[in-house]
């Protein structure tokens, strides 16, 4: 991460053709447009790569889990269970559209713990959002099939993750459907957007019309404004000038991933001096995009140990328990059910009763492994001396710390 680092010719020339129509808009402007219709193309290109049948662009991807909740059906009451290692834009989708988030632990994939995902099941679980964080995969696969004992959808929160697989099939595509985002640090970006992929037709047709007010997209001969309504809808259109960069950076992707995997590679191998380090688990390393390397210490003590040595050497890497925006007990605004809305609403119900209430020391085992991980960021173009840095640093890490 992140896409900003390769713009070039191909993207100026690609928001150029935009330019040159003057037509900023999706929809409409039949001649003026002369043809370009970039969030189209753009959507039929995500499509094709990761091997969906649909995309609907969106613009963000907290949209895009919004938008991909609401077409499943989710609304208020309901529970959805994601993981309490994630970005907070996960359960601020499931609380916006008026449901209400359950949180499990993880695992040493740093994603949902299959295992308590199974105990967090209730009647009124109505989605399931493990989230492939850190550019890497959930169990998909074993997180899938429980869903359908219990006949419960499955949405794959994949905003970190474009571009990653499982024995060749991309992530997005196990579950009922996939949300993405290319947002600014995103591995690939167009500033703000997001996109939704699906096999299912009818739930394109739903979140297309959704996510556009509700227009009900049937050709109409009086044009746009004249078409039927099915439903209420919002509005959370991609304009064509992300639509013209998200062509641009998919067709850079796989290179993208290829660096960085290259960038990671030196540094797991430093890192492997380091006595009792293990490694994030991944359940297909091939399909990792290597956004990030995770590694592991046995204790949280030999964690700190580590990190003031290459904190020392000015290369300190990142420590998720001290980091407030992606791991559940240190989401303070979340246990304390702050809201803006003088009811309380989303975690008081509008008649002065709590509809949820959060305990930060709920997730012990998640707890456990986010001690004792450290985690660096990996871009694209990392320069030699940068990597010779960290790698020096994690070999003295390993000497110092027996
Ligand atoms: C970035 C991100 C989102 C939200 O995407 P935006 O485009 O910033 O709205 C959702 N989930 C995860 C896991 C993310 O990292």
């Given at each position: 991460m992140p896409g900003f680092e390769v713009f070039g010719e191909e993207e100026k020339q690609q928001i150029s053709e935009?330019?040159?129509?003057?037509?900023?808009?999706?929809?409409?402007?039949?001649?003026?447009?002369?043809?370009?219709?970039?969030?189209?193309?753009?959507?039929?290109?995500?499509?094709?790569y990761c091997g969906a049948g649909f995309a609907q662009a969106v613009t963000s991807g907290t949209a895009a889990l919004k938008v991909a909740m609401t077409a499943l059906g989710v609304g208020a009451g309901d529970e959805v269970i994601t993981q309490g290692f994630t970005f907070v834009a996960t359960w601020e989708a499931i609380l916006d559209i008026g449901a209400i988030p359950v949180f499990t632990e993880i695992d040493e994939t740093l994603n949902m713990d299959p295992d308590d995902l199974r105990?967090?099941?209730?009647?009124?679980?109505?989605c399931i959002i493990p989230v492939h964080m850190l550019g890497a995969m959930a169990r998909i696969e074993e997180i899938v099939s429980i869903a359908k004992e219990h006949d419960i959808p499955v949405l794959e929160d994949t905003a970190q993750a474009a571009g990653g697989r499982i024995k060749g099939q991309h992530l997005g595509t196990f579950g009922n459907c996939g949300t993405f985002s290319f947002d600014?640090?995103?591995?690939?970006?167009?500033?703000?957007?997001g996109m939704i992929i699906t096999a299912d037709e009818n739930m394109w047709r739903d979140m297309s019309e959704y996510h556009d007010h509700g227009h009900d997209h049937a050709v109409n001969p009086g044009g746009r404004g004249g078409e039927g309504r099915s439903f209420i809808g919002f509005n959370y259109r991609m304009m064509e000038l992300q639509g013209a960069m998200g062509i641009a950076q998919l067709a850079k992707l796989d290179s993208m991933i290829a660096a960085q995997k290259a960038n990671k590679a030196k540094l797991r191998a430093a890192a492997e001096t380091?006595?009792?380090?293990?490694?994030?688990?991944l359940v297909d390393e091939e399909g990792d995009t290597a956004t990030f390397f995770a590694f592991m210490l046995e204790s949280s003590e030999q964690c700190n140990n580590v990190n003031k040595v290459l904190a020392d050497a000015g290369v300190g890497a990142i420590?998720?328990?001290?980091?407030?925006?992606?791991?559940?007990?240190?989401?303070?605004?979340?246990?304390?059910g702050a809201s803006l809305a003088k009811s309380g609403y989303p975690f008081m119900d509008g008649q002065g009763k709590r509809r949820v209430v959060y305990d930060?020391?709920?997730?012990?085992?998640?707890?456990?492994?986010?001690?004792?991980?450290?985690?660096?960021?990996?871009?694209?173009?990392?320069?030699?001396e940068q990597i010779g840095k960290m790698c020096e640093a994690l070999k003295k890490a390993g000497k110092e710390i027996g």
């Open positions: 935009v330019l040159d129509t003057g037509v900023l808009f999706r929809y409409e402007f039949g001649e003026q447009r002369k043809g370009v219709y970039k969030v189209l193309e753009f959507e039929k290109n995500f499509a094709k105990k967090k099941i209730t009647d009124k679980t109505k600014s640090v995103k591995t690939m970006t167009t500033g703000e957007g380091i006595p009792g380090v293990k490694f994030r688990t420590n998720f328990s001290e980091n407030s925006w992606h791991f559940y007990p240190s989401w303070e605004h979340l246990h304390k930060p020391d709920v997730l012990p085992k998640s707890a456990d492994i986010m001690s004792r991980t450290l985690v660096y960021p990996v871009s694209i173009k990392m320069s030699e």
